[in-house]
């Protein structure tokens, strides 16, 4: 294995948006007992570091391709395609003015039933964005475009976080 191998090449999938979260837990499972440091711990200490070291990097690859956000994110930056997580300014109006109603409707929303009809919604437009940057990572090649839906999904997992802290409030009242 090569350290500086990219996180696919590490996994021996292709660079692609769509993965099969099963296939890359079994991948992630097989690699973790390859390297894991309690198998080279008669081999000495430098052995123990260095299998520490590629046990790092397996669980940072393995974090990356489970998140679509970070695997979208990951890819365009393979693809030499910057995200940058505060090009707010280049998003357009109108997705900038979609949030604003969203973040308004979790302002106003005071009932659990409220918040949970936000989460579909938010679950749809996320599912919705998710397959627009597969089509354009995967298909289409167009990764200055995925990069702007990666900006969206970033807009929309932060609003996501904030719903479920409002839905965990009710919770606890």
């Given at each position: ?9 590490l ?10 979260v ?34 790092a ?18 890819l ?22 979609q ?61 996501e ?13």
């Open positions: 294995m090569n350290l500086a191998a990219s996180d696919f090449e996994f021996g999938v292709p660079a692609r948006f769509a993965q099969d099963e296939q890359l837990a079994a991948r992630w499972r097989a690699l973790q007992r390859e390297v894991h440091p309690d198998r080279f711990a008669a081999e000495g200490a430098a052995a123990q570091r260095a299998a520490a070291q590629w046990s990097r397996v669980n940072q690859a393995w974090q990356r391709r489970r998140d679509p956000l970070a695997r979208a994110s990951y365009c930056e393979l693809g030499g395609v910057r995200v940058d997580a505060d090009g707010a300014a280049a998003m357009p109006p109108q997705f900038l003015m949030q604003m109603a969203l973040r308004e409707a979790l302002d106003a929303a005071s009932t659990p039933a409220a918040l949970d009809a936000l989460a579909a919604q938010a679950a749809a437009q996320r599912a919705q964005i998710e397959g627009d940057i597969a089509s354009q990572i995967d298909e289409e090649g167009k990764l200055s475009a995925a990069a702007q839906n990666v900006r969206a999904l970033m807009f929309l997992r932060r609003f976080q904030d719903l479920q802290r409002r839905r965990n409030a009710y919770q606890l009242t």
